[in-house]
């Protein structure tokens, strides 16, 4: 069965440091990709998609990803932390293109310390 | 570009009653419209998808005559919650897919703030 897997449940880092947001998905012919965050109480925001394109994928507020076909890997990270980054994010997976629906990881809570 | 709102954000009913929520794509037209769940520190769960013109398509498990939807028009999907009972509080968030924009984004979902229902 097709599934995408968020490796950690939970990463806190320090303001200021680097953020590694693991996901993995099973391996298909072409699926999009995506990242979402969600802050507490609202809804999810995308912040960067993958569509075959470049592999490495530039979002909003500093988030990129690289998609690697080689390890079925699309790990999303962020140079420096800001503590507005700390919120949920959701690595979500499109296998039937524009008629599939997404199949979504199980989060990452992201806390940001000071 | 690409908001979609709902509304309401917020409510608390009695058991027994109906809840109507409300899904607008602001910007964008969307023949194809998502309502999911989500409990608390969990991932989302769909229910159903709602196309423009005909019947949604319910995923399994879930009472297509308890969560009705409607999807009126090209920017409206509305889910009512029927006979509401403790058990449906939860916060329910609705996506919408575009219609517009090309191949590129047409698998792409925009998702609604959510709305949080609780059920006394």
């Known amino acids: 069965a097709q599934s995408v897997t968020q490796l950690d449940s939970h990463v806190s880092v320090s303001e200021g440091t680097p953020v590694l947001l693991r996901c993995n998905y099973s391996?298909?012919?072409?699926?999009?990709l995506f990242w979402y965050v969600q802050h507490p109480n609202k809804g999810l925001q995308l912040l960067l998609k993958?569509?075959?394109?470049?592999?490495l994928v530039k979002g909003i507020n500093g988030f990129e990803a690289e998609f690697k076909k080689s390890e079925t890997s699309f790990h999303l990270t962020k140079p420096s932390a800001h503590m507005s980054d700390a919120a949920e994010y959701f690595c979500?997976?499109?296998?039937?293109?524009?008629?599939?629906?997404?199949?979504f990881g199980k989060g990452t809570k992201l806390s940001v310390k000071p | 570009g690409a908001v979609v709102s709902q509304h309401p954000s917020r409510v608390i009913c009695k058991s027994g009653t109906s809840v109507k929520i409300e899904c607008r794509s602001l910007?964008?037209?969307?023949?194809?419209m998502f309502w999911y769940r989500q409990f608390p520190k969990q991932s989302l769960m769909l229910m159903a998808t709602?196309?423009?013109?005909?019947?949604?398509?319910?995923e399994q498990g879930v009472e297509k005559d308890k969560f009705l939807i409607n999807h009126a028009s090209l920017t409206l999907s509305t889910l009512t919650v029927t006979s509401a009972h403790p058990e449906d509080s939860s916060f329910y968030i609705c996506?919408?897919?575009?219609?517009?924009?090309?191949?590129?984004?047409?698998?792409?979902?925009?998702f609604g703030p959510g709305t949080r229902l609780t059920v006394l």
């Open positions: 996506s919408a897919r575009r219609t517009s924009g090309g191949p590129r984004w047409a698998d792409t979902q925009y």
């Open positions: 391996s298909s012919y072409s699926p999009s």
């Open positions: 993958y569509t075959s394109a470049a592999t």
């Open positions: 979500v997976v499109n296998y039937g293109g524009s008629q599939g629906n997404l199949i």
């Open positions: 910007d964008f037209q969307a023949t194809t």
């Open positions: 709602s196309n423009e013109g005909s019947k949604a398509t319910y």
